[in-house]
């Protein structure tokens, strides 16, 4: 889900090498905030909270939805057929959640009358008779009302071009709020049919497929849609307005797939091309993960008055501003990751919102050439350490600005996949997505996130616990300093790396660093296998190192990184180094240059700052930097008639 806020920053809109379709139709690469969409409404927003079922004792097989909406009009009536089997034991009532306001009329058990109790938001209905354990039944609940706005919106209306539209966006606790559901994250409903009567001159769409669009009585029409896989509860989603309606078909070998696409009259031109470019999107994630997962059925894109987009499960809802790229391609990937395999708790929301965010970046590395692939990864990571702390797990599923922080969800979550995959490597990265969608305790139904991490544990041969621990449940990003001294003139070469972090909650982030190293003409990147603070490297790039880039593919989430220094000012077998650096209370000067005079300290503005010396012998001087403000200084010696100087940070 993306919503489009305030925090929407687009920074770049740019008219690519591309060809084919994408020529006609740039993309938008944005910061991460812009991939929160369907998570922050414009409207102020009702806070309901969530109240789960008190007896969660039978498991859903199928809703019959038979619906009477005007898009004039905020209000619903109606009746949801419910099957269900019983388990792990006979029931003898059942209960759905469903919004106080609401109102149920009449409950049919057997075909016959029920006692129901509408208490808060349970709706607890009597059955005429015991449940066996196993056995399946069904009860039929009657209602109306008029939805309130929570969540999200839950059920909306407005005008467009002066004709009424309605819609529904249910995420993360919204379908209470306009049917009787058992609102959670435990049990998905196997199929559904849903009818939705409206008046004449409107077109309902929905999940599935549309079987009819029928008259109904004299003034009205039923639109009937069929939906045959497992779906979350909010994930079912109506929308009705005088759609304008096209198709594309994405094509796979002798079979093809219908992209349905409802939009508003007024904007079916300048929507016509945009709608197409979710059909590379389709193909590259077939490729790199599995063939769309509801391939019998279609894939459709449908307008609504929102800011953003929804991944309704086969169709996403999307306002006309979410008509591009970006978006497009983020509630496409949500089919796979969101739609087929969700998030078992909004705790893990990451496997939803990160997987998809990540996708969109994959798309940049594969299509356009290329072009944006860079400039995505730099604003995202830009975006991550805009603050210190904060976790990706979601500690704090009552509120939707929690579960849907577009820093942490979305932003943070993908880049955790894409610090995954540097650690272990794209085919073990690649074939641990696909055998995480194919696990069939998952396919078509729920994870967490301990089941993604078995999966790329087991595809890479790799632990994974300290990954997770620092990235998932710890909090903030590293920064590195780097500091090279190389020998002359045989080029061999020490590699210091310190690491501070941004939040107590992780001690030290251990990562592979990439460090590129420039010489004239030459270059050349090695790898550095990172567990400490201060670790020292050794290496001979075979030329004189003038210059050097940290992380030059980005793919660490890190910021305020320096290179402290190239130095190769001292003769073969020479070594003069500052540690810890960046520094704290003391700075210790090993060397062994033998006796060196006292060294000077100097700020960045040029003037001498006033460092007391606590030792000095022949191969080490410690200096007490108590009284330094954090910052940038010089170390500056004179050996053998030359001026040496090494730059020191100091940070408290």
Known sequence: MITLTKRFLTILLLLATATGIYAQHSPTVSSIGLLSAGEKQAYAKLRVPHTPLIQNNYDLKYHRFFLFTDPAVKYISGSVTSYFVAKPSPIGNIQFEF????????????????????AGRLLTITLNSIVPAGAMDSVTVYYHGNPTTSGFGSYGTTFHNGVGAMWTLSEPYGAADWWPSKNDLTDKIDSIDMYVVTPKGYHTGSNGILVSELPYETYFTVAHWKHRFPIASYLIAIASTNYARFSDYYVRGNDSLQVLNYVYPEDSLSLRVNAAT??????????????????????????????????????????????????????????????????????????NEGFASYCTGLSYEHLFNGFYWEIWKHNVISFVCTEPGGTVYCSDTTNEDHIFDERLSY?????????????????????????????????????????????????????????????????????????????????????????????????????????????????????????????????????????AQFDPHQWIVSANNLILSVDNDLPAGKQLALMPNPARDFLNIQHNLGKINTPVILAMDGKQALVPVKLQDENRIELDTRNLKPGTYLFRIIYEGRSITRKFIVSR
């Open 278 to 351: 979710v059909l590379p999107s389709m193909a590259l994630f077939e490729d790199l993960f599995e063939p769309y997962p509801f391939w019998d059925e279609k894939y459709g894109q449908c307008e609504f008055a929102w800011g953003g987009g929804m991944e309704h499960q086969t169709m996403t809802f999307l306002g006309k501003g979410a008509f591009n790229s970006e978006i497009i391609t983020h509630e496409l990937a949500h089919q796979w990751f969101g739609d087929m395999i969700t998030c078992g708790s909004w705790h893990d929301i990451w496997l």
């Open 411 to 547: 932003g943070k979550g993908a880049m955790m996949l894409h610090m995954i995959r540097w650690i272990i490597g794209d085919n073990a990265f690649f074939a641990g997505m696909r055998s995480y969608l194919q696990d069939p305790a998952l396919r078509n139904g729920f994870a967490r996130t301990s089941d993604f991490k078995a999966h790329m544990e087991t595809a890479s041969g790799r632990d994974l616990t300290g990954f997770f621990a620092d990235w998932f449940t710890g909090q903030g990003y590293p920064s590195y300093t780097i500091h090279i001294a190389q020998q002359l003139p045989d080029h061999s070469t020490t590699l210091f790396i310190y690491q501070t972090q941004s939040h107590p909650s992780v001690s030290f982030f251990e990562m592979p660093v990439q460090i590129r190293f420039f010489g004239g003409t030459h270059d050349t990147s090695i790898v550095f296998n990172n567990t400490f603070s201060g670790q020292s490297f050794s290496l001979n790039p075979g030329f004189v190192i003038d210059s």
């Open 99 to 118: 919004a106080t306001d609401m109102s149920a009329d009449s409950a049919f058990h057997k075909n016959q009358k029920c006692t129901l109790v509408h």
